[in-house]
């Protein structure tokens, strides 16, 4: 049986790894799922990235996480927004800002996968994937 959401599998991946202070994670690959950890890497809220295959020869994406210290993590929190059962879409002047510019959104836009400010800047609106602070 296929995954509902695999979006909300990686997030929740990468969230208890990083709670649990993994050094990497496993999530399947996806053009969508590498695009988001493109983005993850971009904004330094993870370390890296990488198209590897697990032990049965399918296609894994193996994300390193990033911590700065022993107690502290880069990721606060990460979340989902739009989901299969309801798809959050904002117009390119509604792009709305994480707790003020200090997280981001995660948006799918006509352009491709970009932050709430690379939208803004771009003037484009579309899919909210998800915030991360």
């Not at 390193?64 to 989902?80: E, F, G, N, S």
Request: glycine share 8%; hydrophobic share 40%; aromatic share 6%.
């Amino acid at each position: 049986m296929g995954m509902t959401d695999p979006i909300a599998d990686m997030l929740t991946r990468i969230r208890n790894g990083n709670k649990a202070r993994f050094k990497t994670v496993s999530v399947h690959m996806s053009q969508l799922n590498m695009n988001i950890a493109r983005v993850l890497k971009t904004n330094g809220y993870i370390h890296n990235y990488e198209a590897v295959k697990n032990d049965k020869g399918h296609p894994m994406l193996k994300i390193a996480l990033k911590y700065p210290d022993a107690k502290h993590t880069v990721i606060t929190d990460i979340q989902r927004v739009s989901k299969p059962g309801r798809r959050v879409y904002v117009a390119a002047d509604q792009v709305p800002k994480v707790l003020n510019g200090f997280g981001i959104s995660i948006i799918s836009t006509s352009r491709g996968i970009m932050t709430d400010q690379e939208a803004r800047e771009s003037n484009v609106g579309g899919e909210v994937l998800c915030k991360v602070w």
